[in-house]
C-alpha cells in the first residue's frame, strides 16, 4: 500500500513517534512521502510572532517560556520530523498553497497515494483530498470520540476530570473529527499526570492505532465503530480564563 503523511513540523513530542512508525510499518507498505506542514496550534496560519503573544496571552508567563525554552533547545540539538524524515529517505513535499488548492491537489495526485494519514494535521480537507486515495484519509485524534471533538483534547480532559482518555484513529469526511472511527483505546489520567505525560503516552499509544488501523484496511476487517453526533462534545482553543480554573484546580502543563 502506498501511503502519504500530512503533519507538521512539531519540535516537541512527534519526532520520535513518526519514527516509530516508520519503522514499524509493515515492509509491504511503502511510505511515498510527507506533506509537512509549519505548525499551527491554533488552527489557523499565523506568523511565528503571532503564535508567540497568543501563547503567552493565553497561557501564561511560566508556560510560555517552558515552550520557549524547549523549543529553543529542540532546534539546537532535537531531531525533528522533518531530520527523521531526510534520515530515513522520505521524501518531503513542501506545499506553497493550502493543501485543497487546486496546485496542492495537483501534487498530490501524481503521487497517486492509496492511503492519506493525517498527523495533527491543520488544515480540513475537502472532498477532493478526501477521495483522491482509494482507501481514504485517516487521521488520529486525541480522544475516545465522539466526545471531544475538536482543539487540544487533552486539555479538556484534564480540566473536566476525567479519569482516562481515549485516543482515536477515523476515516476521514468533511466534518471535524465526525467520520467513522476504525481503532479507538483509552489510557488512564493519573492524579499525577501533566498535559505533557499524558501527549507523550497518547501519541505512542495513537501511532500503534494507526499501524492496527493500516492492517484492517488491507485486510478488508474493517468493523467501523459509531462516532455519534448525538453522543457528540465539540471544543475549540482555550481561552486565558478556561487556562487560568484548569490550573486552579492543581491541574499541570508540565
Known amino acids: ?16 513517534n ?8 509493515s515492509c509491504n507498505d511503502q511510505l511515498i512521502g510527507c506533506v509537512l506542514l509549519k505548525p499551527t496550534p491554533y488552527g489557523k496560519r499565523i506568523t511565528f510572532f503571532q503564535k508567540a503573544f497568543r501563547t503567552f496571552k493565553i497561557f501564561g508567563f511560566k508556560f510560555f517560556i517552558y515552550y520557549t525554552i524547549k523549543y529553543i533547545y529542540s532546534k539546537l540539538f532535537v531531531v525533528d520530523v522533518e531530520r527523521i524524515l531526510i534520515k530515513s529517505k522520505i521524501p518531503i513535499i513542501q506545499l506553497s498553497k493550502n493543501i485543497n488548492s487546486n496546485e496542492s491537489l495537483s501534487i498530490l495526485k501524481e503521487l497517486n497515494p492509496d492511503l492519506i ?8 480537507f475537502k472532498r477532493p483530498i478526501l ?14 470520540l465522539p466526545k471531544y471533538r475538536g482543539m487540544m483534547p487533552t486539555f479538556w480532559a484534564m480540566l473536566n476530570d476525567e479519569k482516562e482518555i481515549g485516543i482515536s484513529v477515523f476515516l476521514m469526511d468533511e466534518g471535524i473529527d465526525t467520520g467513522p472511527i476504525i481503532s479507538q483505546a483509552t489510557t488512564p489520567i493519573n492524579p499525577k499526570d501533566s498535559q505533557k505525560n ?3 503516552r497518547t501519541k505512542r499509544i495513537g501511532m500503534e492505532l494507526i499501524i ?3 492492517e484492517k484496511i488491507k485486510t478488508n476487517s474493517v468493523q467501523f465503530i459509531e462516532n455519534e453526533n448525538q453522543e457528540s462534545s465539540y471544543f475549540t482553543y482555550p481561552k486565558k480564563e478556561d487556562v487560568k480554573l484548569f490550573l486552579k484546580k492543581g491541574k499541570k502543563f508540565f
Open 18 to 25: 513518526i519514527k516509530f512508525l516508520i519503522t514499524n510499518l
Open 212 to 214: 492496527e488501523s493500516i
Open 131 to 144: 477521495e483522491l486515495p482509494k482507501n481514504g484519509c485517516l487521521n488520529l485524534h486525541t480522544s475516545k
Open 1 to 16: 500500500m502506498k501511503i502519504l503523511i500530512v503533519t507538521p513540523n512539531e519540535p516537541f513530542y512527534l519526532a520520535d
Open 198 to 200: 499524558i501527549i507523550q
Open 117 to 124: 494519514i493525517s498527523i495533527l494535521g491543520n488544515e480540513i
